[in-house]
Every structure is written in C-alpha cells, then in structure tokens.
C-alpha cells in the first residue's frame, strides 16, 4: 500500500480579528521553510465553508491549526469531519481574557481529539512548532528545521539580564 504524506498545513480561523494572533504561527511556518494555507472559516458564520474545507482537507493536509474565540467551536467542529489531526489555538476574547476560547477548545468530549494550546500568541507560535514536529516524524528536513529553531532559540538567552 502506497503511503500518501503532504507536507502541508491549513491554518484557520473564525474571524479577520483572529489574524493578530495567528499571525504568529504564520511567521513561524515560514522561518521553518514550511508550506501552508490560511483561511477564514467561521463555524457558525460560514458553516458550509466549513464543512466543504473540512471534507476535503485530507486531499492537501498533514495538520490543521484552527484558532477560535469566544465559544470556540471551529476547531472541533473540523475534527469531526476529517481524520487529520487538528490543533485548536484559544484566541484570547475581549470579555473573559481567552478562558471562554481555552475551555471550549479543551473539553472536547471522548472520541473526536483537538490538541489545544496556551492561549494567545504563545499558543499560536506553539501550534506551529507542534506541528512542524509531527510533520518532521516523516520529513528530515522539517526535522531539521525544527532543531536549528531550538539552538537558535537557545543562542538568544542571555546568560545575565
Ligand atoms: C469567533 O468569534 C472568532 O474566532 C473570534 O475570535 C470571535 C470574535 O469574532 P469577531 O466578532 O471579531 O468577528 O468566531
């Protein structure tokens, strides 16, 4: 049997607003010469993009990162239409600081897996680095990617403040 592997990933998200933080794990795919899309798709705004995107990920998809605020519900929704591993990344909301989007996101019931994030910047970049990991099991190049982040990353601590 002839294994299928893209090296691709989608990264969505519920809405425009949602962009200042998921830009973060935009700047990241590329630093790691990583191929991605990025779309807004909004679960209860533009649910038939959502399901049509979710269908047809595993055609073009090794991971999907969706960030959602709010109720959160984009990227459980996706999960349940595709068997490509997901990532949800809690936008921090206005209202309640992320913990609404974090909860939502995190409580996914037994039998439909989203891997959640911090919430935030920190979480956007962190689901980019996650999924450059789970692509790297198969692709050394993205592996390698990833190892020269971290000692890049472990040059730029200073041993005194
Ligand atoms: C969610 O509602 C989005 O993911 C966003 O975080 C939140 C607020 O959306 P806007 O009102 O800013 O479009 O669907």
């Given at each position: 049997?002839?294994?299928?592997?893209?090296?691709?990933?989608?990264?969505?998200?519920?809405?425009?607003?949602?962009?200042?933080?998921?830009?973060?794990?935009v700047k990241?795919?590329?630093?790691?010469?990583?191929?991605?899309?990025?779309?807004?798709?909004?679960?209860?705004?533009?649910?038939?993009?959502?399901?049509?995107?979710?269908?047809?990920?595993?055609?073009?998809?090794?991971?999907?990162?969706?960030g959602a605020?709010?109720?959160?519900?984009?990227?459980?929704?996706?999960?349940?239409?595709?068997?490509?591993?997901?990532?949800?990344?809690?936008?921090?909301?206005?209202?309640?600081?992320?913990?609404?989007?974090?909860?939502?996101?995190?409580?996914?019931?037994?039998?439909?897996?989203?891997?959640?994030?911090?919430?935030?910047?920190?979480?956007?970049?962190?689901?980019?680095?996650?999924?450059?990991?789970?692509?790297?099991?198969?692709?050394?190049?993205?592996s390698n990617?990833?190892?020269?982040?971290?000692?890049?990353?472990?040059?730029?601590?200073?041993?005194?403040?």
């Amino acid at each position: 049997m002839k294994l299928k592997m893209y090296h691709k990933i989608a990264i969505v998200m519920g809405s425009q607003s949602d962009f200042s933080t998921m830009k973060d794990c935009v700047k990241i795919l590329k630093s790691l010469k990583i191929s991605f899309d990025v779309k807004i798709v909004s679960a209860h705004r533009t649910p038939k993009r959502l399901y049509e995107f979710a269908k047809e990920s595993e055609k073009s998809y090794s991971v999907i990162i969706a960030g959602a605020g709010g109720s959160a519900h984009l990227p459980g929704m996706i999960a349940s239409l595709t068997t490509v591993p997901v990532i949800g990344v809690p936008i921090e909301s206005k209202k309640l600081k992320g913990l609404d989007s974090l909860l939502s996101i995190v409580q996914m019931p037994r039998g439909i897996p989203v891997g959640t994030v911090a919430i935030g910047e920190g979480g956007a970049i962190n689901a980019a680095l996650l999924a450059a990991s789970i692509l790297g099991i198969s692709n050394s190049k993205i592996s390698n990617q990833l190892k020269q982040y971290r000692i890049r990353q472990t040059k730029s601590v200073k041993l005194k403040p």
